[in-house]
Each structure stands twice: as structure tokens, then as C-alpha cells.
């Protein structure tokens, strides 16, 4: 699997998170931590819909 913002396989990772679009809940997002630490934007593919 690899992070939604950055594309970095997040396997080797201890901390990430998984969850569905808030709008529209079809589209996986993955996060890694240095994305969730810095608040990186993150798009949803499905409805376009843009979280922190």
C-alpha cells in the first residue's frame, strides 16, 4: 500500500491510517505519518473532495 499524498509505501511503517472519504466513503484513503504530521492535503479520487 502506498500513502494517498506522497506514494510512499507505507508497509516498513509503523504508524498510518486507513479510512474512506469523509464525502462520499467509496475511495480508500492511506496516510502515512509524515503526511499526518505536516497536514499534507490529501484528494479523493472518487468526488475530488480535499480533507487536511
Known sequence: MNCTNCGRKI???SVWVRFPC?????TEIIRCDSCRTL?????CEQCRFTGP
Open 11 to 13: 508497509e516498513s511503517e
Open 22 to 26: 469523509p464525502k462520499c466513503g467509496k
Open 39 to 43: 497536514e499534507n492535503p490529501y484528494k
